[in-house]
Antibody, heavy 118, light 108 residues
């Protein structure tokens, strides 16, 4: 059964770094591109960026200076780091899959809520 | 950045009625348009990609159409389990990959 499970701190202080991990099971992590998408409370969906096991990455230009996504095939995990967070980064963060030849998202994790607050 | 605009913001529809949701792109995205369904409390789920191709397991009452800048998602006969927010997403010109603001479908 294919599963994406996000994990990480639910509370991050302003100006600190948000770090999340997505554990992938039931599918080869090497076969796909892995994105992070977030959804602020009561709002729509925002693509953050993607990573690939080859090291290839691509980010939303508005977040590019603060974000890093990496893929660890040995652990079957995808990681997100977002630096210098503010309250605007409070959101549910989803780990999602796309195929690389297609850039829609066919597999979603359940999401994890991260609140930025002191 | 391609801006996706969805209308209306909210739709109230009786069970069994036909539902039409609109999505407009600020510039042509050809046929590279996907739709997602987000049931309250759940993650989004892929419904349609390539404008009109239903994802695995999606009921036949869901259909998509359009091209370029104008797209439509149709639910031929609304069921109670279709109550959700529906999002469109373009994947033609990126970064960034962009979503519409969503249309909420309610039961009247």
């Amino acid at each position: 059964q294919v599963q994406l499970q996000e994990s990480g701190p639910g509370l991050v202080k302003p100006a600190e770094t948000l770090s999340l991990t997505c554990t992938v099971s039931g599918v080869s992590i090497s076969d796909s591109y892995w994105s992070w998408i977030r959804q602020s409370p009561g709002k729509g969906l925002e693509w953050i960026g993607f990573g690939h096991y080859s090291g290839s990455t691509n980010y939303d230009p508005s977040l590019k200076s603060r974000v890093a996504i990496s893929v660890d095939t040995s652990k079957n995990q995808v990681s997100l780091r977002l630096t210098s967070v503010t309250g605007a980064d409070t959101a549910v963060y989803y780990c999602v899959r796309s195929g690389g030849v297609y850039w829609y998202f066919d597999l979603w994790g359940h999401g994890t809520l991260v609140t930025v607050s002191s | 950045e391609i801006v996706m605009t969805q209308s209306p913001g909210t739709l109230s529809v009786s069970p069994g009625e036909r539902v039409t949701l609109s999505c407009r792109a600020s510039q042509s995205v050809r046929y590279n348009l996907a739709w997602y369904q987000q049931i309250p409390g759940q993650a989004p789920r892929l419904l349609i990609h390539g404008t009109s191709t239903r994802a695995t397991g999606v009921p036949g009452r869901f259909s998509g159409s359009g091209s370029g800048t104008e797209f439509t998602l149709t639910i031929s006969s609304l069921q109670s389990e279709d109550v959700a927010v529906y999002y469109c997403q373009q994947y033609d010109k990126w970064p960034p990959l962009t979503f519409g603001g969503g249309t909420k479908v309610e039961i009247k």
